[in-house]
């Protein structure tokens, strides 16, 4: 019997212009809305008592397909048909209040994870056991250190008999020891016949937990069946691209169309290594690997950076402002942005990259925050540009 | 109409669907409701010396300026003024901040929406309700203006249900407002400059008698001003209020909140989107 069924769901998110991170975007505040398919074409079904993975990248989809069991947004297309009711662990310790006590949070917690007022209440002890907090409850949490809360918002969730548990990237709580209390008490919650959905990006948790394992890679499900089988797949997959690909989406926000996609961007200092640290006034090179799904005529290709420290813009480059054309783009190209001389002070330095098409009409690929460039030295920087100079006496 | 309801048991999620099957846990909703308003109400006031005093602060503050402009400065000649105009005050409050914070709700606690099963209707719902406990606290201040003039008279015991009244106009309006909020962040600052205009455009501290006729319908139109009088009447004059006016006013807010209500159902399964 299937407790979860999944018919042609799509998910698309739109932006108006304004609402979007608009980084590289300034000249041009005008646009209309961008449409961003998270999820297209999913279908799938989970029987009673089974444990379903879900893996894949950063942005692709995992989250949304969640949520949309979760029932807390609704499908485009398609339906989501669900037999009992669902409980998740999608976030942790968001409704929590610094200036209430661990108890009280914990029972605002129970409540709102589906107990009645009295059933919570009486499952607090058993909560703070958990938790390993039975010394702190009654404290403010905002005594509390983030793995404390953690802990505590974890044993909250699992503490509120579900019947069919969604999970989110949520299993990494606290030291080793205290994961795998979570990892038996979800193989508990399993042997009770509890469905569970877990969505990781974490190939091992994943193989532990699920029999069944879909693969979500930008919205579509590239493959579905036996965990050992999927994990393989996708392993392998990422294997292929893992050079370029693996600096792309460590944690940074990603949107577009999709109709060319960026798959790796690489910085190089003046000697053609590759580096992700130059010294200040020293040349760099952004080297952008990107595929063109579709044939386009021509396209904007831009490069920005911030400060970490404090967020202010440093440069923002594009091909439009340049007058450059780029010309038709069709399979896997590269394009390179040397910089003569960078002349940063010292400090991180976050860089967006994006590929727009002529008008500004539409993002094709879009990563904010790609790629964190540190440039050494300084540590009591508050400018952001040290320009070459010296000093004379007159 | 299933207001509150918790998903229990089968759903199906459609696109273009917004009305879904639900069996209702009203034991539930009215559990997460009451906790809420409780925890929002004590964090309202924590760490402060006088705690939920503060409720008393604003309405008294506010009375005591309207009591000198209007007593000593331009006498209205309204007999026993601070019990007129505090009726008129704390009622007033409760409706024009319960609104404001009813609009904003859904964007302050987001957390409260991506919680899978916890009903959306009971985040703006719990803000009407948590300032409602604000007017709680300051009827004893009522109590104490109303035995220092002529006594309680017995037809305070109407006071529920014009409350209740007032909570279908307040929770009707909110829900609708939350809504748009969403959409247009303009709603927000909108339904501040509106219960501005409000505050004075309802016979908070004026007598509604001393309107001119030919701004009567300014007055018709507010169900502020209806209940106002309501309270009044109770409260001062010691008789019910009219009947069949009360029970058409009854009925307005009935389908105010209905509409709001239907709105906000309509509107709130995309509101995770749009945050």
């Known amino acids: 019997m299937n407790e979860i069924e999944v018919l042609g769901v799509s998910k698309r998110y739109r932006y108006a212009a304004s609402g979007m991170p608009r980084k590289l975007r300034t000249l041009k505040n005008r646009g209309p809305r961008v449409d961003h398919w998270a999820l297209r074409d999913v279908s799938f079904a989970v029987a009673r008592g089974e444990t379903l993975g879900v893996i894949g990248k950063n942005a692709s989809g995992k989250s949304t397909l969640l949520r949309l069991l979760a029932g807390i947004t609704r499908p485009t297309r398609g339906s989501v048909h669900i037999s009992r009711t669902v409980s998740g662990l999608l976030t942790l310790g968001e409704s929590m209040h610094p200036l209430l006590s661990g108890e009280e949070n914990a029972l605002t917690g129970a409540i709102l994870a589906g107990l009645r007022r009295a059933e919570a209440q009486r499952r607090l002890l058993q909560i703070a056991a958990f938790a390993e907090l039975e010394d702190h409850m009654e404290q403010p949490l905002r005594t509390f250190s983030d793995g404390m809360r953690l802990r505590l918002a974890f044993a909250v969730a699992v503490h509120v008999d579900p019947e069919i548990l969604l999970v989110d990237e949520v299993l990494a709580v606290g030291d080793m020891r205290f994961q795998e209390k979570c990892f038996s008490h979800l193989e508990g919650l399993q042997a009770s016949g509890v469905t569970v959905v877990v969505a990781s990006h974490d190939l091992d948790q994943i193989r532990r937990l699920c029999t069944r394992t879909l693969w979500l890679s930008r919205g579509r499900v590239m493959d579905i069946g036996k965990t050992d089988e999927v994990a393989d797949h996708y392993r392998q997959a990422l294997s292929e691209d893992a050079p370029s690909r693996e600096p792309v989406t460590s944690g940074g926000v990603r949107h577009g169309s999709g109709e060319v996609e960026i798959t790796g961007v690489r910085l190089f200092d003046h000697r053609e290594r590759e580096t992700s640290r130059i010294t200040p006034g020293n040349p760099l090179t952004v080297e952008i690997d990107f595929i063109a799904h579709e044939e386009v005529p021509d396209a904007i290709f831009g490069v920005s950076a911030h400060a970490e420290r404090d967020g202010v813009r440093c440069f923002d480059i594009h091909t439009g402002a340049d007058g450059r054309s780029v010309g038709r783009l069709h399979g896997p190209g590269r394009i390179r942005l040397h910089l003569d001389r960078l002349d940063l002070t010292g400090g991180i330095y976050l860089l967006d990259v994006g590929i727009f098409d002529t008008s500004w009409e539409q993002t094709y690929d879009y990563l904010w925050q790609a790629f964190a460039l540190e440039v050494s030295g300084g540590d009591h920087e508050v400018a952001v540009l040290r320009p070459p100079h010296r000093w004379s006496m007159q | ?275």
Do not use: K
Request: charged share 15%; glycine share 6%; net charge neutral.
């Open chain 2, 1 to 275: 109409m299933t207001f509150l309801e918790r998903t229990t048991m089968s759903v199906t999620y459609e696109a273009g669907d917004f009305s879904t099957s639900r069996a209702s846990n009203y034991r539930y909703s009215w559990d997460l409701v009451t906790h809420l308003v409780g925890r929002e109400f004590r964090l309202r006031y924590r760490r402060t010396i006088f705690g939920w005093l503060w409720a008393m602060g604003y309405p008294l503050a506010r009375l005591l300026v309207l009591a000198f402009l209007f007593t000593r400065i331009l006498p209205l000649g309204i007999e026993n003024y601070a019990v007129f105009a505090f009726t008129g005050i704390i009622a007033w409050s409760w409706f024009a901040t319960g609104i404001a914070s009813a609009t904003s709700s859904v964007i302050d606690r987001r957390d409260l929406l991506i919680r899978p099963g916890v009903p959306r209707s009971a985040v703006p719902i719990v803000s009407v309700l948590t300032d409602g406990l604000d007017y709680a606290a300051a009827l004893p201040v009522l109590a104490v203006f109303l035995l220092l003039g002529d006594g309680i008279p017995l037809t305070s015991l109407l006071l529920p249900v014009i409350l209740v009244v007032q909570l279908l106009f307040t929770l009707g309006f909110g829900l609708a407002l939350c809504a748009a909020n969403v959409y247009l962040r303009d709603v927000r600052l909108l339904v501040d400059v509106v219960m501005l205009l409000g505050f004075y455009l309802t016979p908070v501290f004026y007598d509604a008698q001393s309107v001119p006729d030919r701004y009567r319908l300014v007055l018709d139109l507010n169900p502020m001003a209806h209940l106002l009088s309501a309270y009044r009447d109770i409260l001062i004059a010691g008789h019910a209020p009219a009947t069949v006016p009360f029970l058409v006013l009854t009925t307005v807010g009935m389908a105010i909140l209905a509409v709001g209500y239907l709105i906000y159902r309509w509107a709130s399964p995309s509101f995770v989107d749009e945050l």
